[in-house]
């Protein structure tokens, strides 16, 4: 099937940096893409996510970009802060018979230094 | 974790005994997801379900089987534990199909020795 990867597993930034967290993608079919923070112990977060017709999404510090080109998907933090050190996940939702079936990368560790 | 309950939160069995994880939900959505989370592959769709008594399978729901006989539990079932079911498993709930936003449980961590 399907699978969505990321390029870099550890990223780590000064508090105060922009984070830039990738991830590539193969099915060029997926309707939704989207972008889940897990804290250590916990369960994945919902962060942002962007539908295939757009190109950039922004949150709040956040901004989603995707370019159905070349395939990538990445996620921007402004302003990086020790509460956003986490394992980030990338996800796609597929379509056709398969909507609604996450399908989720292998995960970036973002460390934020104070 | 927006009123999901899972249990037990760890447990630790022997191959070939059964095995069931319970998760609870407060919030009423309407479907039900179960995932495993192993190092190197991410969280893999188990089963889910789109309402009492109507589940579907993943996309490595070989080994489980999950039951919903009411709208807030969604019951994950091995029959016959394995090593290789040693895993996190999370319980996620959506409101929608469309999937995108999924609430998930804390995770119940699973040994099987």
């Known amino acids: 099937g399907e699978s969505v990867g990321l390029h870099l597993p550890t990223l780590s930034v000064q508090e105060g940096d922009n984070s830039i967290i990738n991830c590539a993608y193969s099915n060029s079919a997926s309707d939704y893409f989207i972008w889940y923070k897990q804290e250590s112990g916990k369960g994945p977060q919902f962060i942002i996510d962007?539908?295939?017709?757009?190109d950039k999404r922004q949150g709040q510090r956040v901004t989603v970009l995707l370019n159905k080109t070349v395939k990538h998907l990445s996620l921007q933090i402004a302003a990086t802060q020790p509460g956003d050190s986490a394992v980030y996940f990338c996800?796609?939702?597929?379509?056709?018979?398969?909507?609604?079936?996450?399908?989720f990368g292998q995960g970036t560790i973002l460390t934020v230094h104070p | 974790d927006a009123g999901i309950t899972q249990s037990p939160r760890h447990k630790v069995t022997e191959t070939g005994t059964p095995v069931t994880l319970r998760c609870h939900q407060t919030e009423n959505h309407r479907y039900m997801y179960w995932y495993r989370q192993d190092p190197g592959h991410g969280l893999r769709l188990i089963h889910y379900s789109y309402g009492v008594k109507d589940t579907d399978k993943g996309e490595v729901s070989d080994g489980y089987s999950v039951s919903r006989s009411k709208t807030e539990d969604f019951l994950l079932t091995l029959e016959s534990a394995t090593s290789s079911q040693t895993s996190v498993y999370f319980c996620?709930?959506?409101?929608?199909?469309?999937?995108?936003?999924?609430?998930f449980g804390a995770g119940t961590r699973l040994s099987v020795l």
């Open positions: 996620a709930i959506s409101e929608q199909w469309s999937g995108s936003i999924q609430y």
């Open positions: 962007i539908r295939s017709n757009m």
């Open positions: 996800a796609e939702n597929p379509g056709g018979t398969s909507y609604g079936k996450l399908t």
